[in-house]
């Protein structure tokens, strides 16, 4: 019987042959074989060691004289022993004689741990029910520096992730892996996704967790247990140094990241206008990664949670209170606020990128937030001149000795237009020229073309402080043009009042201003001093009438017979000057 384990295209058009009667050189003609070849394959020789183990070896072997007596024994004692480790051992112990046997020791030590090693640990795969748990954590964009503006930005990035589905979410953190960072990431999350999980599930993050090896009682903080409580979230964490149990995170981080640095690549340049910019770039490439699970993620959405009515806070809140020197203190940073916030108490809050200032409830400051950056340096000040130029201008001499003269100056080229005007002014001329411009700039917000202005003069050796002024002296207002009105005569506001059986009685022209009004001698001196009107009449007429209706007035009842003393008087002088 032919070999049926024997299966390539030669032997089997043979056999196919021979199955049909030829004989063997025309069976071997047709597959295109020698005789010989054909004769072998019919006997069963043609592959006399296919699938034996080869009994001996074909080279000798380098590490005969020291495997088993030296390398092997070091294993058993420890296997985290590297093939680099063994080999440098033998350069030191027999220099010379093994020059190339890296390979092979390589080799024979993977072979060996195989058999004879501990057993690795075994990775799982686990089930995601749809709705039950969602994955955060924060990573860091290695390998490219990003900058905003010409300036390293440093930054991290949050990630969230859907378990089932796989939908995610990342947004630009400023700062480090801060509570508010989370707070604001997660919750941003839950509003693009439109519902909340079960379970929250993070790695061991201070800003969650105490941390503290199960020395208290409750290892979530505060802020992070109230969060939770409010979303109606299972807090889950892995264990702390395990990263592969929060694999459901961690392996996207690197997909994220990938098509992050890709598009950067293919836009040419890492350096952007704002972080706005930079932001949609990632949303951009967190929206095709989304759109893969589109179908999984709208099966999930019927079970997620809905959302509160509400967010929780996501920001710390502190006081300060302003300094006279219109500053505040706030984490060893100091930053300036308007000056007529001087002496007032402030209240504070504290996001990732900013700081809003209350005062009774009004928001009246924001500042950006800014960060120690430098070992051994623990303080730092951001100001910003559009907040104290407006004293600074009355007296320009205090530029000179600020300690804050840098911080004053907004950008370089600023900078370099004060060490210019020392240069050609005496240090007071110089100081006013600056702070003036300065002024300029905050209150036209023309700071870039006033620095173009004094580069200009600088160099053409022209400029002086009235010229800065005139350049950009502010258009004057324009003057209200004079109005004539038109004086409409009274006779037109008599017709719209409603017909009286009174006829109506054409009013006097009114008399000229200058001449005054004298009183006539039967006049009572509590009426009014001009002619009846058609008005009044109408008035009177409507007084008469409710009196003769009401039978005259009515009699007070007991309550009010305490008052009957009073005189007729206010009646009278009512009726008077009607």
Not at 148 to 169: D, N, V
Not at 205 to 220: D, I
Not at 452 to 458: D, E, G, H, M, T
Request: net charge positive; aromatic share 8%; charged share 25%.
């Amino acid at each position: 019987m032919p070999n049926k384990r024997i299966d390539s295209y030669h032997t089997r058009v043979y056999m196919n042959g021979r199955d049909l009667g030829l004989k063997q050189a025309e069976a071997a003609y047709i597959a295109e074989i020698s005789t010989r070849t054909g004769q072998r394959i019919e006997a069963g020789t043609h592959q006399p060691n296919r699938g034996r183990l080869q009994d001996q070896r074909t080279v000798p072997d380098p590490l005969a004289d020291v495997w088993e007596d030296e390398l092997e024994p070091m294993l058993r004692r420890d296997p985290r022993l590297k093939p680099m480790t063994l080999y440098e051992y033998l350069q030191d112990k027999y220099p010379g004689q093994y020059p190339q046997v890296l390979r092979t020791l390589q080799r024979r030590v993977r072979t060996w741990k195989a058999l004879h090693g501990p057993s690795p640990e075994v990775m799982f795969e686990l089930r995601h029910e749809p709705g039950v748990q969602g994955f955060s954590g924060f990573t860091e964009l290695k390998g490219i520096t990003i900058t905003i503006a010409g300036q390293p930005f440093e930054h991290l990035i949050y990630h969230y992730r859907l378990g089932y589905s796989g939908w995610r979410y990342a947004q630009i953190i400023q700062g480090g892996e801060s509570f508010v960072a989370l707070s604001e990431g997660l919750q941003n999350a839950f509003a693009a996704c439109g519902g909340v999980p079960q379970q929250h599930r993070t790695d061991s993050l201070s800003a969650a967790y105490r941390n503290m090896g199960g020395r208290r009682s409750k290892n979530l903080t505060r802020l992070y247990d109230e969060l939770c409580d409010h979303y109606r979230l299972e807090p889950t964490r892995n264990n702390k140094g395990i990263a592969h149990e929060n694999g459901s995170i961690e392996s996207p981080h690197g997909h994220l990241k990938n098509r992050i640095k890709q598009a950067i690549y293919l836009r040419g340049s890492a350096d952007f206008t704002s972080v706005a910019e930079y932001q949609a770039l990632i949303d951009a490439q967190v929206a095709k990664l989304n759109q893969q699970c589109q179908t999984k993620y709208e099966q999930e959405k019927d079970h997620l949670q809905p959302l509160p009515k509400y967010r929780t806070p996501d920001y710390e809140v502190l006081t300060a209170k302003v300094s006279k020197r219109s500053t505040i203190d706030v984490r060893c940073i100091l930053y300036t606020v308007p000056s007529r916030l001087i002496g007032r108490q402030l209240e504070l809050h504290l996001y990732h990128d900013r700081i809003v200032g209350y005062l009774e409830r009004h928001p009246v400051v924001e500042l950006p937030r800014k960060r120690v950056s430098g070992k051994g340096k623990r303080r730092d000040r951001c100001i910003n001149y559009r907040h104290v130029i407006g004293s600074m201008r009355l007296k320009p001499r205090a530029f000179i000795y600020c300690t804050w003269q840098s911080d004053l100056l907004p950008n370089p080229e600023y900078r370099q237009i004060w060490e210019q005007l020392k240069a050609q002014f005496d240090l007071e001329q110089a100081a006013k020229i600056i702070v003036e411009a300065l002024y300029i700039a905050a209150v036209q917000d023309k700071e870039q073309a006033v620095a173009v202005y004094l580069q200009q003069q600088l160099q053409a050796s022209s400029l002086t402080l009235n010229r800065l002024k005139k350049q950009f002296e502010p258009p004057q207002m324009k003057q209200v043009p004079d109005l004539s009105i038109e004086q409409h005569s009274l006779e037109l506001y008599d017709k719209l009042l409603p017909s009286c059986s009174v006829p109506a009685e054409p009013l006097p022209a009114p008399e000229p201003l200058s001449k005054k009004a004298q009183a006539l001698p039967h006049v009572d001196p509590l009426g009014i001093y001009r002619i009846p009107s058609y008005a009044g009449k109408l008035v009177l007429c409507g007084i008469l009438t409710s009196l003769v209706r009401n039978e005259g007035p009515k009699k007070r009842t007991s309550s009010a017979k305490t008052c009957s003393h009073r005189s007729q008087a206010p009646k009278r002088k009512k009726f008077y000057q009607l």
